[in-house]
């Protein structure tokens, strides 16, 4: 195991992570962890190798809302084994200045977690289901759906968020400096930005992304505690599926957490169906 080197370390583990999406038919590496690696650099990175190749990538990056050191990792499939997590892990370790939390993504991953003595802190299920929606839910009268305005909304967003997440790992904290960074990213669009305005208060919102043509995600969805069990959260989902339809895509994906019931029972009535389970792990010391 050895530190990353920009340079052509950056190009070998490109053509791992592209790789490995076409093998998995996932990226092996979340949305931050991958734009940090290609364009950022705030973390820091380590390389498995075996006879001269690259077989591993491992990327730890802190998390500054969440004050949380977060570790992903790509393994080519023929060398996914304990001995060669056991090497990322060690070599990842000493780097992160508290806990650390490693993202786990699909079955195979979470076996290997699971053999390196890590502790289950969180779950996520991956959920697909079909566009258009079946069902058309109104939206309440008392309010009105505006694309995001960005430099104008940013304030009455961060505090609905923050408000709507209060507590969560990385949804609960966000920062103006976070918002800036992710609306600057290449696939951010305004109108699939949806804004649930009560008056001149944010109600709630739906923030969609589109990966392809065909695959939309519902990205975050958030009603802000004043305004929770009003009806607000379901219709604005099936507003902005309607908006992912009408924008071409075919199909939806979204991820909610295992701790949240009353979601998960939401969105299956919406006839989504469970794709993939990922989980957020502790590393043990060593």
Known sequence: MRPFEAGDDGEKVGQLLAELSEIDGFPPLGETKFVDFREQGLGTG???EADGLLIGYAHVLHHVASDAWE??????????????????LEAARPHADGRLLW???GSEAISLAEQAGTEVLRELHKLRGALPPTDDVPLPDWVEVREFR???????WLETNNAAFAGHLENGSWTAEDLK???GRDWFDA??????????????????KRHSAEVGEI???GVHPDYQARGLGRAIVVEAMHYLAGAGSKTCILYVD???PSALELYRSLGFGLERVDRCVVVPNG
């Open 150 to 156: 960005p430099g104008i909304d940013d304030d009455a």
């Open 191 to 208: 109108e699939g930005f949806r804004l649930a305005w009560a008056d001149d208060r944010l109600a709630g919102f739906c923030w969609t």
């Open 103 to 105: 993202w786990v993504f």
């Open 71 to 88: 570790l992903e990792m790509a393994v080519h499939p023929q060398h996914r084994d304990i001995q060669t997590v056991e090497g990322l």
């Open 46 to 48: 380590f390389i498995a």
């Open 219 to 221: 990205y975050i969805i």
């Open 181 to 183: 960074e992710r609306v």
């Open 258 to 260: 295992t701790s949240n």
